[in-house]
């Protein structure tokens, strides 16, 4: 090819890029791969909730997302390792007893960005923590439990006596106390994250004791209450579609924020080992109170403005909801 050929054909090019870069069509953004890793069921309220979160991204076009589910603890390293292989940039965990083969992976792959659920700290250069800190609507959750009961006495069924989950009965018991001074607390931790017979089982004895409203970390509890006429508040997600005549409310986590957060400082080539816990605030838009719906007239209008008043002063930063992490107390 001559020399004149040759700059006549560079000049051409260079023409069509200036064109296509100020037409809009010089580069399309290059989608972020996430995978997600976990131990339990899509149904499960946490997992659902992150799951949900990477889904509307994916819907978005902003990544290529990639999920396991019901991978047993003992083979969660491999799959974790598995991902990471294949070059994704962005690997999940949900959950804490798989925390250790997690951390491990990300060890071996720097260059890789990971993102736990976690009560531990961050791990430099890669390794990222969120929980979800809806303690704030648990609170709200609590004030509506406690002026609804007629027996005064509130049953709770949870997973573990873990931070996470502590966390969140006693946000919801001081919400009770501060609506009704006279309200008793039964608790049982059926140690899993997902039995819902045993979370059933449970709920019925408290039910049998005088209960007549249950707070359900766990799934199986709605059920329960369903089948004996019971009041329900539940956790992470709204499950009062499912149980419109049960379930009065809920505090709501919001994985949007923490997802979008991690995805954003992956595209930005800036993500590190950071503490998302933040990102499920209310402020942040991680947490809110489920919308009354099938009970919104059923609930005394003065009860629905104190947790409005309420609700709106831990908005603004008037009122603070304490963090408490150790293991609640059934005591009055």
């Not at 603890?73 to 390792?81: C, F, G, I, K, P």
């Not at 260059?111 to 969120?130: R, V």
């Not at 819902?196 to 049998?208: L, N, R, S, V």
């Not at 409005?308 to 009055?332: L, N, Q, S």
């Amino acid at each position: 090819m001559s020399s004149r050929r040759q700059f006549a054909l560079r000049a051409g090019l260079l023409v069509l890029a200036a064109t296509a870069a100020s037409t809009g069509m010089a580069q399309t953004p290059k989608k972020i791969k996430v995978a997600a890793i976990y131990s339990v069921p899509y149904e499960q309220q946490w997992v659902g909730r992150i799951h949900q979160a990477f889904k509307a991204a994916e819907a978005r076009g902003e990544i290529e997302y990639k999920s396991t589910e019901s991978i047993a603890n003992a083979d969660y390293e491999r799959v974790v390792r598995e991902y990471a292989m294949q070059g994704q940039d962005l690997i999940v965990g949900e959950a804490f007893p798989v925390e250790a083969a997690m951390r491990k992976v990300a060890r071996d792959f720097p260059k890789t960005a990971f993102l736990m659920g976690s009560s531990g700290k961050p791990q430099q250069p890669n390794f990222s923590t969120f929980d979800n800190y809806i303690h704030e609507p648990a609170y709200l959750t609590g004030m509506i439990a406690g002026g609804m009961t007629q027996s005064n006495k509130i049953g709770m069924v949870g997973g573990y006596p873990i931070p996470e989950v502590n966390r969140l009965m006693n946000a919801f018991m001081a919400g009770a106390r501060e609506a009704n001074p006279k309200v008793e607390f039964s608790i049982s931790f059926i140690n899993s994250w997902f039995d819902p017979p045993k979370a059933k089982e449970a709920t019925f004895a408290m039910i049998d004791a005088g209960a007549d409203v249950m707070y359900a970390e766990r799934f199986g509890v709605a059920d329960a209450a369903k089948e004996r006429g019971k009041l329900v508040i539940g956790n992470v997600i709204n499950t009062q579609p499912q149980y419109p005549d049960s379930v009065v409310s809920s505090a709501l986590w919001k994985f949007e924020p923490t997802a979008d957060h991690a995805i954003a400082q992956v595209k930005a080539g800036t993500f590190k080992g950071e503490e998302y816990g933040v990102y499920s605030h209310m402020k942040h838009g991680g947490a809110e109170l489920a919308p009354l719906g099938t009970f919104s007239s059923k609930i005394p209008a003065e009860l629905k403005a104190k947790v409005a008043t309420k609700e709106a002063d831990i908005r603004a930063g008037r009122f603070v909801v304490k963090i408490e992490d150790g293991a609640p107390k059934a005591a009055k």
